[in-house]
C-alpha cells in the first residue's frame, strides 16, 4: 500500500495489541480480508499486551481443564503442585466483589463463562501457556499451591503473547499496516465505512465492511487523565505503552458513542519512583512492587495509609497506587525484613530498582528520602507489638494473621519487622490502563447515546467501559480482550459478508 492511496478492506482493525490481534484472527475464520492498523512502528508494536506479564484469569474446574491448555506438564509436576479450581461462580463473584457489584452483569458473565473456550481457542492458535510458579504459587508442605485465582501465563510473558499471535497472524493472511495512526471514523447513514489515518506523515483512508476498535485506553494521555482521573493525574507514572492515547474512545465519541464505565478510575500500581515516564520494553513489569501484603508501607510523614493484608495481592493492588498518588509527595516506601525478603518477587532483585538495605532499622528509616524517620521508627514499632503473633503465618491463605488495635489494621500476613537485614523500596503510582470507555453489547457492538449499536463498529479490549469500576482482578484485562476480541471479530466478520451481499 502506498502511504497515501485509500484502499478497501473488509475488516479494518484498529490497534495491535491482545484484543486486536484476537479479534483478527477470528474475523479470518471467516475467509474474509482483515488489515490492522498499528500506529507504533513493528518493533514496538503490541500495546500494553506486550508490556504485561501476560497472566490470564479464567474459570477452569481442575487440572483436566489446564492440561488443555499445558499439555506439556510433566506428571511430576501435577503431582507436586496444588493447582486448585477456580469455578465460574468464583471469577463472577470476584469481578462483583471488588468493582462494589458495578460491573455491568451481561457483559461480566460473557466474560467469565467464555474464558476458558477462548483460552483453549488461543492455545490453537499457537499460543503457548505456562504455570505461573514464580509469582503466584508458595511452596507449603513441599508442594507449590497456586492462590488467587491466576495460574497461568502466556509463556514469555506479555512479550511471547504477542509474538506468538503476530506469527500466527502472518501465517492465516491478516495484512499489518505500521507507524500507521487511524484519526476518525468514516460513517454516515448506513453506519460506520473505515477510517481516517496519518502513516509516515501522509493522511489517507481506508474503506472497510467493519471496523474494530481495539486501540487502548488513554492513560498515556496526560490531559485526559488529568481531565478524567482528577487533579495530581498527570504526576502518574505510565507502566506500559506510550500510544495508548484515548485515539479510539475519541474517535467513537465524536460519531456518537455512548461513554460508558468508571471515567475516573484506573488500574494503578505500587510503581518504583524513579522509573521514567512510559514503560519501555526492555524493563517491562521490572518496576512494579507488588510484595507489600509481606511488609508493611509508609508515606513521607512515616505513617501506614492502607492495610497491606487487606487480600490477596491480585485484589488490591491494582486499587493502591491510587493510594499513593494522594500521599503527600505521591510516593511511599515499603519495608520488608529478612523473614520474608525471600518471598519478594524477582522484581525487587533488579538492579534498576530504588533500594535500600540496612542491619538496623534507625539506619534504614534514615536513610528512606523524603520520609519523617522518627515518626516512621515509631510507626514501626507499635506495628511490631502489634502483630497477632500466636496465629501461624501462611502466604497460600487469606492467614488472619492480623493486627490489633491500630488506627489503619493490616488483616492477614502480618509479620514483626525486627529481624535485619532491613530492605526498603520506594515506589510511587503507576497507571497500567484507565476504566471508562466505550460501551458494547455481548456482541461487542459498539452502542450510542440512544442505546442502539452503530452498525459496522465493534470494540474490544482496555478501551470498553463497564467491566472494570474502583478495582481489578488481576489477569482479567487479558482476557477480557481475548474474550470480546474473538467476539468482535466474529461479528464483525458476519457483518462484513451480510454487507457485501446486500451490496452486489
Ligand atoms: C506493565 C503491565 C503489566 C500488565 N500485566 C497484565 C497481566 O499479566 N495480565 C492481564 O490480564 N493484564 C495485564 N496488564 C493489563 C493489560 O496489559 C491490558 O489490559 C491489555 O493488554 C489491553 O489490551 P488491548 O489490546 O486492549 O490494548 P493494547 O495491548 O494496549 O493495544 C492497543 C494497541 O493500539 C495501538 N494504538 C493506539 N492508538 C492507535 C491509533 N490511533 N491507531 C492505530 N493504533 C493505535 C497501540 O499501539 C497498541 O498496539 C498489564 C498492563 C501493564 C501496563
Redesign the pocket.
Known sequence: MKDDQPISTDILV???????MCAALAARESGVEVIV????MEK??????????????FAYNGIEDLKTLMPGLTQEEIENTDFGSYPEEHFINDMFRVTQSRCHPELTRKLTKESLSTIQWMQAKNVPFVPIYGRQAFKVDGKLKFWGGLTV?AAG??AGLMKALHETANKEGVTMLYE????SLLSGEQGVYGVS?KRRGKTTKIYAKSVIL????FQANSAMRTRFLGPGWELAKV???R???G??IRMALDIGAMPYGHWSGS?SVCWDRNAPEF?NLTT??GF?KHGYPLGIMVNANGERFIDEGADFRNYTYAKYGREILTQPGQFAWQIFDRKVAHLLGNEYRSDLVTKIKSNTLEELTAKMEGVNFETCLKTIKKFNSAVRTDIPFNPTIKDGRCTVELHVPKSNWANTIEDGPFEAYAVTCGI??TFGGLKINSKAEVQDTGHNSIPGLYA????VGGLFYFNYP????????SVF?RIAGEQAAEHAIRRKSTSK
Do not use: I, K, P
Not at 14 to 20: D, H, L, S, T, Y
Not at 46 to 56: M, Q, Y
Not at 180 to 183: E, S
Not at 474 to 481: C, E, K, S, V
Open positions: 484498529v490497534g495491535a495489541g491482545n484484543a486486536a492498523l498499528e500506529r507504533a514496538d508494536r503490541g500495546g500494553n499486551s506486550a508490556f504485561s506479564a501476560g497472566a490470564f484469569r501465563e510473558g506479555g500507521a495512526q487511524a484519526t489515518l481495539a486501540c487502548g485506553g507502566r506500559g505503552t500510544y495508548n492515547t485515539d479510539g488500574h514503560g517491562g513489569s512494579q497500567s490502563f474490544a479490549g482496555e478501551l488481576g489477569g482479567a484485562g487479558l482476557m477480557a480482550g476480541g
